[in-house]
């Protein structure tokens, strides 16, 4: 597949141990934030997205945290599987429906 | 969700030549989006594709080298011009369905990976 994700930072984490993604993001206005997984050679695929009105979403084995005191987000997953070894990034609105991404982590899954 | 194919899937190009990616989407949609990807790198938002009108271009992205299209509310068109091997990338289409309107999630092609020689 392509190199999705050669250059940027990698997170290491032992399978079944959870893996927290962090993401900063600089539009203050943004209302919208999501959080795609991006395997290799395929397009992003989403996995959870949160308002601004709110500090926590859960879903199935993952929950986002947004801080908008210090403009940040992080994606947690829960007993992490060799499955979820892709790159995660970060999304925020960026007017007139658009999505503006961060620069991504490669999460590596080890048995 | 909204199925969207990208065609050519991946090409491998010579310098100067130009190539046309089309998106078709299976259902309407509000928003029709067009990002590259660069080698190891994030999405880059190119331009909004607008229906029946000219493309909205993000700073950096001009017309003439990425000519876009949308006749309709479920294909498109980005051509990458004259191309040169910093073009490289992976191009992908993304959408906005009706059914997701008032959010903001963006659904994506599985990209075209264009090699630039």
């Known amino acids: 597949g392509e190199s999705v994700g050669l250059h940027l930072p990698t997170l290491s984490v032992q399978e079944g141990d959870n893996s927290i993604i962090n993401c900063a993001y600089s539009?203050?206005?943004?209302?919208?934030f999501i959080w795609y997984k991006q395997e290799s050679g395929k397009g992003p695929q989403f996995i959870i997205d949160?308002?601004?009105?709110?500090d926590k979403r859960q879903g199935q084995r993952v929950t986002v945290l947004l801080n908008k005191t210090v403009k940040h987000l992080s994606l947690q997953i829960a007993a992490t599987q060799p499955g979820d070894s892709a790159v995660y990034f970060c999304?925020?609105?960026?007017?007139?429906?658009?999505?503006?991404f961060g620069a991504g982590t490669r999460l590596a899954v080890h048995p | 969700s909204a199925v969207i194919s990208q065609k050519p899937s991946r090409d491998i190009c010579q310098r100067g030549t130009s190539l046309t990616i089309q998106c078709q989407v299976d259902?309407?949609?509000?928003?029709m989006f067009w990002y590259r990807q660069q080698p190891g790198q994030s999405l880059t938002l190119i331009a909004t594709?607008?229906?029946?009108?000219?493309?909205?271009?993000e700073s950096g992205f001009v017309i003439d080298k990425f000519p876009i299209s949308r006749p309709n509310l479920t294909f498109s068109t980005l051509t990458v011009s004259n191309m040169s091997p910093e073009d490289s990338s992976i191009y992908l289409c993304?959408?906005?369905?009706?059914?997701?309107?008032?959010?903001?999630?963006?659904?994506f092609g599985e990209g075209s990976r264009l090699t630039v020689l």
């Open positions: 999304a925020h609105s960026g007017g007139y429906n658009k999505l503006i």
């Open positions: 993304s959408v906005t369905p009706y059914w997701r309107s008032n959010t903001g999630e963006l659904f």
């Open positions: 594709a607008n229906q029946g009108s000219e493309a909205t271009y």
């Open positions: 259902s309407q949609v509000t928003m």
């Open positions: 539009n203050s206005a943004s209302d919208y």
């Open positions: 949160i308002r601004s009105n709110m």
